[in-house]
């Protein structure tokens, strides 16, 4: 762990990450492929895929479409569950400096509390950050929508758990900073923001939807301008760190949401097309 | 078995020709010393089609040939990124992450069938390379298309040349007029240790039907290389699934990038791969 009073980004309840630049839940899986890939402990934080109570297969393919300058998905929070992960998962991150913070997913409240309770007595993880905004379930995205429910849910994990909070917020949204405020006052020790935006691709040749459910979430370069939009909303609404998320592809897009008012970053899609960007983004911010 | 990524690296090498080898098909020659000296037969690489945001996305090759510090890539020029590689030059930098994936399982001994459908002969070349460096020599290549010439090159997928290639065209402008799968029959006769099998998955379905309908035995290597539309390609997308039958014969869905692409053909859930959307859909 790093020394009290040494630098690095304090997103609160200790857990202070030893540089700004971390990647993305869904993006990242648990580590294990990108660690053979690239130096992961040069990374300041790893947010895992999104993790529920149960394991979940995953939404029918094709799951994943190119759109201009960015990429729809729709994986549906396929995940092995919380069991798996505290027990298989967290011992392989045993001796990484990296800071995991699991990302938590679910359909109900409950589902939520189960996962932190199961993650709370595991060493290994610094952290959590409740995924109240994925597009690709059903109940995901109804918590990220209402200022009321996302603040009910971040009470009720705050209840079980001493862990650093940071709650992962919608842009589909009228009001992003409402539901950043909501969250805080019910006790979220940081905010990161956003998750991906709801988008359509339509195979022309059939008129049909290319992915199954209609609809998935948008990432990719082309939502940099939009998420940094909501992340200087959210950095006037709250006091907590924010962290911002959307686009980024270097270092001078990253250094747009420090700009506005975040403390730290994630890159995201980026590292499937490079898996050195967050790497690169680290050098180029010169942190 | 999830794939071995250790290997896989990022490597920026250069073009040294893209080359039209019949019909619509077209072959990518780039120095890549890296992939050069390490994909196995059936692993691919994710090649960047150009340098900006859009195309976004890597597009997934397997590595056709490998010759000293040079690889080979084959495809058609279909959309926006299978189109900028179609324009590159000589001398033009490729951007390439591998080699990635699960390769075919290498046999000692032959007979070996080679079932390729359309641009399904890209794992092939490198495949009977290595059979034969291990002294498998009995290698025949069932070869289909749509038409005679989409059909690759029966000389390219050997050299010295393969001697025995069956070709079949759809529309019957060469070869067998059908399916590539109504030439398995004759050789399944020589009874041979190992199938490989890379095409279009109507064609894939096809070719494991005769199989079954064949009653004979099956070969004890019998894997097809499959494909998906692919995010990252190295197994934290979640993008590319594919499904696979578990032990207790139901479906879930494996990852063609890591789990894959070269799948067992006896463990694929062949009704629901009939059933996705064809892969141009993305």
């Known amino acids: 762990m790093t020394e009290p009073g040494a630098a690095g980004v304090d997103l609160g309840r200790g857990l202070i990450l030893p540089n700004p630049v971390g990647l993305a839940s869904g993006t990242a899986g648990y580590g294990f492929e990108l660690a053979q890939l690239i130096e992961l402990d040069r990374l300041g934080a790893l947010y895992t895929k999104g993790t529920t109570a149960a394991p979940r297969e995953g939404n029918p393919p094709p799951r994943v479409a190119e759109t201009g300058g960015g990429m729809l998905n729709s994986i549906g929070l396929q995940n092995p569950g919380v069991d798996v992960v505290a027990r298989d998962y967290a011992p392989r991150w045993r001796d990484w400096t990296i800071r995991v913070i699991v990302n938590i997913a679910g359909g109900s409240l409950d589902e939520y509390v189960h996962c932190a309770r199961v993650l709370e007595d595991v060493a290994e993880i610094a952290g959590l950050e409740l995924n109240i905004s994925c597009p690709n379930i059903t109940g995901g995205l109804d918590f990220g929508r209402d200022p009321v429910a996302a603040g009910q849910l971040v009470a009720a994990v705050r209840a079980v758990t001493e862990r650093c909070i940071i709650v992962k917020l919608s842009p589909n949204v009228t009001d992003i900073a409402a539901v950043a405020r909501a969250v805080e006052e019910a006790g979220a020790d940081a905010v990161s923001a956003v998750n991906t935006f709801i988008g359509r691709k339509i195979h022309r040749a059939s008129g049909r939807s290319v992915l199954p459910l209609g609809t998935g979430g948008m990432s990719g370069p082309a939502i940099q301008p939009l998420a940094l939009a909501a992340v200087a909303a959210v950095c006037d609404a709250v006091h907590v760190p924010v962290v911002g998320v959307g686009g980024i592809v270097d270092a001078a897009s990253a250094k747009d949401f420090l700009t506005v008012g975040a403390r730290a970053v994630q890159v995201g899609t980026a590292t499937f097309v490079n898996p050195e960007t967050a790497l690169q983004v680290l050098d180029g911010l010169g942190v | ?282």
């Open chain 2, 1 to 282: 078995m999830t794939a071995d990524l250790s290997k896989a690296a990022l490597e920026k090498g250069e073009v040294l020709v893209v080359e039209r080898v019949g019909g619509g098909i077209l072959e990518l020659v780039a120095r890549l010393p890296h992939l050069a000296a390490t994909a196995m037969p059936g692993q691919f690489a994710q090649l960047r089609c150009g340098t900006g945001t859009t195309p976004l996305l890597r597009r997934p090759f397997s590595v056709a040939w490998t010759h000293d510090d040079t690889c080979g890539f084959v495809f058609e020029a279909v959309g926006a990124g299978t189109g900028i590689l179609s324009e590159l030059q000589p001398g033009d930098p490729v951007d390439s992450l591998g080699p990635l994936g699960n390769g075919f399982t290498l046999v000692e001994h032959g007979p070996a069938v080679c079932v390729s459908g359309g641009l399904g002969c890209a794992p092939f070349p490198l495949l009977i390379n290595e059979l034969r460096r291990r002294g498998v020599e009995d290698i025949v290549v069932l070869n289909g298309a749509r038409t005679a010439a989409r059909l690759y090159p029966a000389e390219r997928f050997g050299r010295p040349a393969v001697s025995v290639v069956a070709e079949a065209t759809d529309d019957g402008t060469r070869g067998y007029h059908g399916s590539v799968a109504a030439l398995l029959t004759p050789a399944l006769d020589s009874t041979p240790s190992a199938l490989y099998a890379c095409g279009p998955n109507p064609m894939l379905g096809a070719v494991m039907r005769t199989l079954v309908e064949s009653g004979a035995d099956l070969p004890q290597v019998l894997e097809a290389s499959l494909e998906a539309p692919m995010g990252c390609g190295f197994g934290t997308c979640l993008g590319c699934a594919l499904p696979m039958l578990d032990d207790g014969g139901g479906s879930v869905w494996k990852l063609c990038c890591t789990d894959g692409p070269v799948m067992p053909m006896r463990g694929v859930d062949w009704v629901g791969l009939s059933e996705l959307p064809g892969a141009d859909v993305a």
